[in-house]
Structures are given as structure tokens and as C-alpha cells.
């Protein structure tokens, strides 16, 4: 046999070994893949009407980018929270590595997106509880709970963690949308959401609103806004 005809053969077989192998792991991920049932984005045009109001009106994100009392801490502290209010896979990953390059121990990290406030701070505890309420609600949180954050930071600043909660809100129903299209390709749909649904959520998303990322920044920078 020469070297091409090996060559071709060995290609073969680790073809055919490769293709075994993520069969089998196909197999061993559609018994564990539980019933999909988290808040997504049924369409696109969803995506779009809560994207809207942040183009529209830059200077809510300028005075969310320039507030001094949403430190870091605070934003990544929420950044979990939400997160695992949402039960997104795949922003938990993502976030969660990031929260870690931030400073925050692993076990920091884990409490966060379980709800938990035992590693937050007195002056954080309130607007990571606002956080979990706020999710819980589908965005439409307690009148008295959105007068009780701004008693504790003031208007400016309860403003701005709401908007914040809303962008974060944004980013983990676009990813529990590629979670349910994933859960889709296991066998197991969102029996609220259709393949359609969910690849026009993504390829809004991704071909329509990332490309758009710069533009906004720049919006953002020149927007003036007053401080209340």
C-alpha cells in the first residue's frame, strides 16, 4: 500500500472514530438535557423593542457609564445575580470568568448566581435583592421595591441599576435563546419558542446588533444628559 492509499485510510478510520465518539456524546447530552423552560425572546421584533428606547435615549447608558456609585464591584456583583436569576448556561460561563478576572473567588462567584448576598457588601445587599426581584417579575418589578432602591442610592443612581439590570436582562435572554435552540438540537424544545423564533432572535443579534456596538459607543460618548 502506498503513502497516499495510508494516508487516506488513516484519515478513514479517525473519521469514523471521531464521528462514533460525538455520536456517543450526542447520546450522553440529549438524556441529561433537562425540559427547557426559561425566559427568552419569542422573536425578534422582542429583541428589537428593548433595544429601542437604549438608541433612542444614549444618555441613559452616559450616566450609566459615568455614575461613580455603580462601582465595579457592584456591577459585577449584579452581572452575577442576574445571570443566575436567568439560569443561563452560557452566560454563566462567560460571566463567571469574568467576574473572576475581577478579583471575585470562585466561590464568590458561585454564591452570586445562586442568589445569595453573603459576600456582598451592607451598601450592595439592596440592589442585589432589587436585582433578583427585578428578574423574578419579567422586568416589571414592585413600585414600592423601585421607591425603596431610590430611598437607598438616590434617583440618579437606582435609575441607572435599573437600566443596567435591563441591558443585562437583554444579553441573558439572547443566550438562554441559543440555550433553547442548543436544547432544541437535543430533542428537548422550549415549548413556548419555534426554530424560526429563536434563529431570528440570533441572527438579529448577532449579524444586525453587534455590528452596531461602535456606532452606539459613539452615541453614547457625544450624549449629554443632567444629573437628577
Given at each position: 500500500m502506498n503513502k497516499r492509499a495510508w494516508l487516506i485510510f488513516l484519515g478513514s478510520v479517525a473519521g469514523g472514530i471521531s464521528a462514533f465518539l460525538l455520536a456517543k456524546a450526542y447520546q450522553r447530552a440529549r438524556k441529561t438535557c433537562p425540559p427547557f423552560c426559561k425566559q427568552v425572546y419569542h422573536s425578534a421584533r422582542e429583541l428589537l423593542d428593548d433595544l429601542t428606547s437604549f438608541w433612542q435615549e444614549p444618555a441613559k447608558l452616559r450616566s450609566l457609564q459615568s455614575n461613580p456609585?455603580?462601582?465595579?464591584?457592584?456591577?459585577?456583583?449584579?452581572?452575577?445575580?442576574?445571570?443566575?436569576?436567568?439560569?443561563?448556561?452560557?452566560?454563566?460561563?462567560?460571566?463567571?470568568?469574568?467576574?473572576?478576572?475581577?478579583?471575585?473567588?470562585?466561590?464568590q462567584v458561585v454564591s452570586l448566581l445562586r442568589g445569595e448576598v453573603e459576600?456582598?457588601?451592607?451598601?450592595?445587599?439592596?440592589a442585589l435583592f432589587f436585582a433578583r426581584h427585578y428578574v423574578e417579575h419579567g422586568g416589571h418589578p414592585d413600585p414600592d421595591l423601585v421607591a425603596q432602591l431610590v430611598e437607598r442610592y438616590g434617583a440618579r443612581t437606582?435609575?441607572?441599576?435599573?437600566?443596567?439590570?435591563?441591558?443585562?436582562?437583554?444579553?441573558?435572554?439572547?443566550?438562554?435563546?441559543?440555550?433553547a435552540l442548543?436544547?432544541?438540537?437535543?430533542?428537548?424544545?422550549?415549548?413556548?419558542?419555534?426554530?424560526?423564533?429563536?434563529l431570528s432572535v440570533l441572527l438579529v443579534f448577532f449579524f444586525g446588533i453587534l455590528p452596531l456596538v461602535p456606532v452606539w459607543g459613539v452615541r453614547v460618548k457625544r450624549a449629554s444628559f443632567r444629573p437628577i
Amino acid at each position: 500500500m502506498n503513502k497516499r492509499a495510508w494516508l487516506i485510510f488513516l484519515g478513514s478510520v479517525a473519521g469514523g472514530i471521531s464521528a462514533f465518539l460525538l455520536a456517543k456524546a450526542y447520546q450522553r447530552a440529549r438524556k441529561t438535557c433537562p425540559p427547557f423552560c426559561k425566559q427568552v425572546y419569542h422573536s425578534a421584533r422582542e429583541l428589537l423593542d428593548d433595544l429601542t428606547s437604549f438608541w433612542q435615549e444614549p444618555a441613559k447608558l452616559r450616566s450609566l457609564q459615568s455614575n461613580p456609585s455603580l462601582t465595579l464591584s457592584l456591577a459585577t456583583k449584579l452581572l452575577l445575580t442576574v445571570t443566575g436569576a436567568y439560569g443561563c448556561r452560557s452566560c454563566g460561563r462567560l460571566f463567571s470568568r469574568y467576574a473572576q478576572e475581577q478579583g471575585l473567588e470562585e466561590k464568590q462567584v458561585v454564591s452570586l448566581l445562586r442568589g445569595e448576598v453573603e459576600f456582598a457588601t451592607v451598601d450592595e445587599a439592596p440592589a442585589l435583592f432589587f436585582a433578583r426581584h427585578y428578574v423574578e417579575h419579567g422586568g416589571h418589578p414592585d413600585p414600592d421595591l423601585v421607591a425603596q432602591l431610590v430611598e437607598r442610592y438616590g434617583a440618579r443612581t437606582a435609575q441607572d441599576i435599573i437600566t443596567y439590570l435591563r441591558l443585562l436582562s437583554v444579553a441573558n435572554r439572547v443566550g438562554n435563546t441559543f440555550d433553547a435552540l442548543l436544547s432544541r438540537i437535543l430533542g428537548k424544545p422550549s415549548p413556548e419558542t419555534t426554530l424560526w423564533g429563536e434563529l431570528s432572535v440570533l441572527l438579529v443579534f448577532f449579524f444586525g446588533i453587534l455590528p452596531l456596538v461602535p456606532v452606539w459607543g459613539v452615541r453614547v460618548k457625544r450624549a449629554s444628559f443632567r444629573p437628577i
